[in-house]
């Protein structure tokens, strides 16, 4: 990882012990140069490190606890990485690409493809058992369809499974698949499946799944297969996702939901005036609003039945704006406007932006001594809110989060 979120973390430290003098100058600088920017400077940074991501990861040992002679067996090295891909079941291909005949498609083979394919992407990752997003990245890599296009003519195939190294364990697999169609009829201006080779402007590192990892834009982790080696297409239209055996939904797409930067209960004094902060991923429908609800009373689970919710009073967020200037939230040396969903000025053309984290803060003065409940969740552009449109938890885990107050 580059150092530029140390320096920041650190600039930004600086800054708090010094913030009027701080303030002043750069208003100062404002008025000398150009117009006062009235918004304010993103609150935290909207990459994650790669060691600092959540770890999902199954297998004993851990592909990333291998060292040495046994990552190179296991081919997690640059230099042993291949990838192959070929045709099973009644589905045909004109070029398979296999170990056995040394056809396997290597790193540097995938890194020149990228040179004229290669694309960038903001996305978080987020497991849909887990309600936080694991962290968010910035990833590079090349669309899978291109890959496909490098292995000839294509029959028959109507499906396609993809797994990464695990060890010679079966029942170790850790495999997911995509529909044929997913992979080459993106809509022009969509993200595609794509394969990653960088993580925040460094070579994904072994943790996060590295050489090379699946990265599916809309869908939830499991899809984004880390340590990629095989892609077998198939005549078979069954879903066979490893995570579709304990009832998840194994084509969940990425969904709406906020989150508490502390969920924690909290006992503060009455009658201030505070501010309220957190996340929100923003998944495929979008984000519309962020929203708050504060009642009195000390249970943290509302059941879904109680007539409370019917009369709630929820009040809005404010969603932070896009940063100024991206310069210091991207890995230097990359250029915003080489990333998707960034216009020819290097701005977001959406904002918040798609299958990535919206930052929220909700100013409100602390009523009454007394103990309060706080929720806070999300509203979607198709005016669905949190937890809809769930059919279930397992197509993404994110009931609405209550954080116990009291004030005395
Ligand atoms: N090879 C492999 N890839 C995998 C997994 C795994 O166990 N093995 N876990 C998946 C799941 S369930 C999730 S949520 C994400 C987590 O990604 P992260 O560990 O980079 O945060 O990786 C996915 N890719
Ligand atoms: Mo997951």
Not at 143 to 167: Q, T
Not at 193 to 204: K, S, W
Request: charged letters at 20%.
């Amino acid at each position: 990882m580059s150092d530029f979120l140390s320096r920041r973390d650190a600039l930004r430290l600086s800054m708090t012990g010094l913030i009027a003098g701080a303030a002043a100058g750069s208003a100062a600088c404002a008025l000398a140069d150009e117009p006062a920017d009235p918004r304010p400077e993103p609150s935290r940074p909207f990459l994650t490190p790669a060691k600092d991501f959540k770890d999902v990861s199954r297998g004993t040992p851990l592909p990333h606890s291998l060292m040495g002679e046994a990552l190179v067996a296991a081919r997690l090295t640059d230099e042993t990485w291949r990838l192959e891909i070929f045709a099973e079941d009644k589905a045909t291909m004109g070029s398979p690409k296999r170990l056995e005949d040394n056809t396997a498609l290597d790193l540097p083979a995938l890194l020149d493809l990228g040179k004229t394919k290669g694309l960038a992407f903001l996305k978080a990752m987020q497991c849909n058992n887990i309600p936080l997003p694991l962290g968010q990245g910035l990833w590079e890599g090349v669309p899978l369809r291109e890959v496909l296009k490098l292995c000839g003519p294509i029959d028959n195939a109507r499906r396609l499974y993809y797994w990464g190294f695990h060890n010679n364990d079966p029942k170790q697999v850790f495999r997911s698949s995509l529909a044929m169609s997913q992979v080459l009829d993106t809509p022009p201006g969509e993200m595609p499946p794509f394969l990653a080779y960088r993580l925040n402007g460094e070579p994904i590192p072994l943790t996060r799944g590295g050489p090379v990892r699946m990265i599916v834009p809309w869908a939830h982790g499991f899809k984004s297969i880390k340590w990629l080696q095989r892609i077998v297409l198939t005549n078979k239209h069954e879903n066979n996702d490893t995570y579709a055996d304990a009832n998840n939904d194994p084509e969940s797409y990425l969904k709406t939901a906020a989150y508490f930067d502390d969920g924690g209960g909290q006992t503060l004094p009455a009658g201030q005036p505070l501010t309220m902060r957190g996340t929100a991923m923003v998944g495929w429908p979008g984000l519309a609003r962020v929203e708050l609800w504060l009642r009195q009373g000390n249970r943290a689970v509302l059941p879904d039945s109680d007539p409370a919710w019917q009369t709630a009073e929820w009040q809005k967020a404010v969603i932070e704006p896009p940063p100024r200037s991206w310069k210091g939230q991207l890995p230097e040396g990359l250029d915003p406007r080489q990333i998707w969903g960034f216009n020819a000025d290097g701005m977001p053309k959406q904002w918040p932006m798609r299958f990535s984290i919206a930052h929220w803060s909700f100013p409100l003065t602390a009523p009454a001594a007394g103990a309060y409940e706080l929720r806070v969740r999300t509203v979607d552009d198709n005016g669905f809110a949190q937890p809809e449109p769930r059919p279930g938890q397992k197509s993404g885990r994110n009931l609405v989060q209550c954080k116990l107050l009291t004030f005395v």
